[in-house]
C-alpha cells in the first residue's frame, strides 16, 4: 500500500485539537527545537550504523517533527504543510535548470556554482532589506551549524569562486605553520589568552581546509576519533578494574602502557 502524509497530519490534527493530547497542545516552535535536533542526531546514528530499519524508523521520528512544526504554523495562521511542499518543491525545480530548464551542467561543480548563483539571486529578489546580505559571496550561514562543518561550508564557497590552495600541499604547510604561531603565542601571552585561542582557533580551521582536500569529511572523521578514543579509554579502565586499582594508583608511563594494550587488542579485532 502506498501511504501519502495526509495520516499522518490527521494524527496530528487529533493530537492537537479540542480534545487532543494535553501535552501536544502545551508544545510550541520554540520548546520543540530541542526534539528536532535530538531527531536529527538519531537519523545520522541510524546511517552511520547503516542499519536500514533504523533508518526507517528514525526518519519517520524526523517526518513528525516537520508536521508537528508545520501544524503549529497553520493554527497562528502562518503557513501550513501544503505550503511547506509547495514550497520546496518549486525551489528544487528552479535551482535544478540543468534538468529542468535549458541550462547546462556537465558536472557536481557546475551544479553546485548554478546552485549558489541561483540561491543569491532568490535572495536578492525578496527586498531590498536582504540585499546587503546577499551581496557577499559567503551569505548568511545558520549560527548554530557545528564550526567544523561552518569551516567546510565557507571553504567550499570560497572555492567556487577560485580563492583556495593549489593542491593539498598548501593546508598541510598552514598546518606547520599554525602550530608555531600557537608555540610563539603561548610564549608571549601565556596557555588560555585570547591571542592563543585565536591561533587554536586557526589550526582547527586549517584542520578543516587539509581533510577538504583529502576528501574527508571533518565532522566524521572527528567524531570517529572520539568514538575510538572512548573505546580504548574504557578497555584501559577495564584493565585497571581488573588489577583492583584506581587511575590514581598508575604512573602516567604505566597508563601509556595500558593504553598501548588497549590499541594493539583493537587492531586484531
Not at 535548470?97 to 548563483?117: C, M, Q, R, T, Y
Request: charged share 30%.
Amino acid at each position: 500500500m502506498n501511504y501519502e502524509v495526509t495520516p499522518l497530519t490527521n494524527v496530528m490534527n487529533t493530537l492537537l485539537g479540542e480534545n487532543g493530547c494535553p501535552w501536544d497542545k502545551e508544545q510550541t516552535h520554540q520548546s520543540l527545537r530541542k526534539n528536532l535536533l535530538e531527531e536529527s542526531h538519531e537519523v545520522i546514528e541510524a546511517i552511520d550504523s547503516n542499519d536500514m530499519e533504523h533508518l526507517k524508523e528514525e526518519l519517520g521520528d524526523l517526518l513528525l517533527q516537520i508536521v508537528f512544526h508545520a501544524k503549529l504554523a497553520e493554527q497562528s495562521g502562518a503557513f501550513n504543510f501544503n505550503d511547506v511542499v509547495e514550497a520546496v518543491t518549486s525551489k528544487m525545480i528552479r535551482r535544478h535548470p540543468h534538468i529542468f530548464g535549458d541550462v547546462k551542467a556537465d558536472n557536481a561543480e557546475a551544479v553546485l556554482s548554478n546552485w549558489e548563483a541561483i540561491k543569491k539571486q532568490e535572495k536578492a529578489e525578496k527586498g531590498a532589506e536582504v540585499r546587503e546580505e546577499v551581496s557577499s559571496i559567503m551569505g548568511k550561514l545558520p549560527p548554530t551549524l557545528p564550526a567544523l562543518m561552518k569551516a567546510e561550508k565557507v571553504q567550499q564557497k570560497a572555492h567556487r569562486v577560485g580563492f583556495d590552495w593549489d593542491s593539498i600541499e598548501g593546508p598541510k604547510a598552514k598546518i606547520v605553520e599554525e602550530i608555531t604561531e600557537i608555540d610563539e603565542a603561548i610564549a608571549q601571552a601565556g596557555v588560555g589568552s585570547a591571542k592563543v585561542e585565536d591561533e587554536v582557533g586557526d589550526l582547527l580551521f586549517s584542520a578543516v581546509n587539509l581533510a577538504r582536500f583529502a576528501k574527508v569529511d571533518p565532522e566524521q572523521a572527528l567524531s570517529r576519533s572520539v568514538d575510538k578514543f572512548v573505546n580504548r579509554f574504557c578497555a584501559m579502565e577495564r584493565k585497571i578494574m581488573l588489577d583492583k586499582k584506581d587511575f590514581g594508583n598508575y604512573t602516567v608511563e604505566e597508563l601509556d602502557v595500558l593504553w598501548e594494550k588497549s590499541k594493539a587488542e583493537e587492531s586484531k579485532n
